[in-house]
């Protein structure tokens, strides 16, 4: 039985992003204009994403007895998101990122993964994942949580499809490393020079062909500025962005993911799924922090 559009798994972290003059190099010194605290975590925002779309959306991660787990729980629940398949860790500290971000938008971040990294198959219940059209993953620092995403894949019904975001942290880990979460999805969703880390190929359109060969079936890559480009295999396509005014990059790839997957759920075409992807995109990227620009249903009236 299908009771969401799509359930997230991913790291869970809270956001402390601060607002800088310039991104300070080893031995410089820079300083603090504003800072905002947030909840985010890659297939959180995308989660987010969709459930203001109005898709039904439930999520996998794991969160510690701390305030930073506590404000997690709320801010999905405030959002609408099931919060059901989220393990809740007696000991430990749930995940954190120190965000730092350009007067250009462009940042530096640094994880502390906590319990996310700690995420076994057995905690995670058994047919919670299997209730969803898509399933969508992201990456995690520590081996344990990947290896249980790759337990799950296999347990999955055919009926459920495989979006897969591997973000830079599994995209240095190199194509074998993911190569059995890669053969099962459906919709990959890297940016150009995460493929290129993946495939070896520095023109992403050969970089696509690859993924298509290994058997992805959609392929969708973030060009940033310059938008997208999308293919299954037929047609290939490259869509221009909309053009707005960058204040914070934090989450825009995420922000993609969710209008990319919103198109699907709702039978777009390629070129329709990739225009509504650049659209969530540059909602995000005009406001501070991941989810405070992320668009609702009624905003897509003015793509």
Excluded at 21 to 39: K, Q, W
Excluded at 75 to 81: A, T, Y
């Amino acid at each position: 039985m299908t009771k969401f559009d799509v359930v997230g798994f991913g790291a869970l972290n809270v956001d402390l992003l601060f607002k800088v003059n310039s991104l300070a190099r080893a031995e410089e010194e820079s300083f603090i204009e504003d800072y905002t605290e947030s909840c985010g975590g890659s297939a959180a925002n995308t989660t987010v994403g969709l459930i203001r779309l109005g898709c039904k959306a439930g999520f996998i991660g794991k969160v510690a007895s701390d305030r930073e787990g506590k404000l997690q729980l709320d801010c999905f629940s405030d959002e609408g998101v099931d919060t059901n398949g989220i393990i809740k860790a007696e000991q430990g500290k749930s995940g954190s990122v120190l965000g730092f971000v350009d007067k250009k938008g462009a940042r530096a971040l640094y994880i502390n993964s906590g319990v996310n990294d700690t995420i076994k198959f057995k905690e995670i219940k058994p047919d919670y994942a299997s209730q969803a059209k898509f399933l969508h993953l992201t990456s995690f620092v520590g081996e344990k949580s990947l290896q249980t995403q790759k337990k799950l894949l296999t347990t999955l019904p055919s009926d459920v499809k495989v979006s897969f975001d591997p973000g830079a942290v599994y995209a240095q880990k190199g194509y074998s490393a993911i190569e059995s979460i890669i053969k099962k999805t459906y919709v990959l969703m890297p940016n150009s020079f995460e493929l290129e880390q993946l495939t070896g190929e520095s023109d992403y359109c050969k970089g696509a062909d690859f993924m298509i060969g290994r058997g992805v079936k959609i392929v969708a890559v973030k060009l940033g500025s310059a938008g997208c480009y999308v293919t299954d295999g037929r047609e290939r396509i490259r869509i221009e962005p909309f053009k707005v005014k960058v204040v914070d990059t934090t989450g825009a790839g995420d922000a993609f993911c969710a209008g990319f997957l919103y198109g699907l759920i709702k039978n777009k075409s390629l070129s329709e799924c990739g225009r509504l992807a650049n659209f969530v995109a540059s909602r995000c990227v005009m406001e501070m922090g991941a989810r405070a620009g992320l668009p609702y249903a009624k905003d897509l009236a003015s793509i």
